[in-house]
């Protein structure tokens, strides 16, 4: 494996535009076969730090300009950027969070990646909605986010300090509009507790 593959294959990814590689697209795009070759090419393009391994199987190349919150819905798919994260996005939390909140209908997990945390947290399927796509990543909306939060916290895995929020963000009416769908005893026994 000469160093010229690996530069043939970072100019095919960069004027083609590929953001996510993984050893099978790889291997489509490069039209090879062999997969040893293909995991050869992946090693030498991450020991020339060519390549940013996010977890096993999944690539970006270094220089993409990807933030860490298309990184997030990379490493675990389907999920969505929601939770403290969204909330300090939109201004409701004032405080900087350290990891990347998403949900996820996969088994919730944790990620440490360049010293970033990812935390990917399991919500039921029916539940798994109200979010908009931004630049290159879905985020919930604010209101569906604060709704994640406190269906968390109804379950005891989050909590909340109401104090701390700044809520003009948030459409009170699509909030209801939300909150109705949750078929879930303890969640509408929270929001009234709360008085939200």
């Known amino acids: 494996m000469s160093s010229i593959s690996t530069i043939k294959a970072v100019s095919k990814l960069k004027e083609l535009n590929i953001k996510v590689i993984t050893p099978s697209s790889l291997s489509k795009i490069l039209e090879i076969t062999n997969l040893n070759t293909v995991y050869k090419i ?51 939390l004032p405080q900087f969070t350290y990891s990347i909140t998403s949900v996820t209908t996969q088994k919730s997990r944790k990620y440490e990646i360049n010293a970033k945390e990812y935390e990917y947290t399991k919500i039921n399927l029916n539940f798994f909605s109200d979010y908009i796509k931004k630049d290159n ?40 509009k939300l909150r109705v769908k ?15």
């Open 42 to 92: 992946i090693r030498r393009m991450e020991q020339y730090k060519l390549l940013e391994r996010l977890i096993k199987g999944k690539y970006i190349l270094s220089d993409s300009n990807v933030s860490d919150f298309e990184k997030a819905n990379i490493i675990l798919s389907p999920s969505y950027i929601s939770l403290e994260s969204a909330l300090t996005f939109y201004g409701v």
């Open 182 to 196: 949750i078929n879930y005893k303890p969640f509408q026994n929270y929001i009234k507790r709360n008085k939200l």
């Open 137 to 176: 990543y879905l985020i919930a909306t604010p209101e569906k986010a604060l709704i994640d939060l406190i269906y968390l916290a109804s379950k005891k895995l989050r909590t909340i300090d109401f104090s701390e929020l700044e809520t003009s963000a948030i459409n009170w009416d699509l909030f209801n």
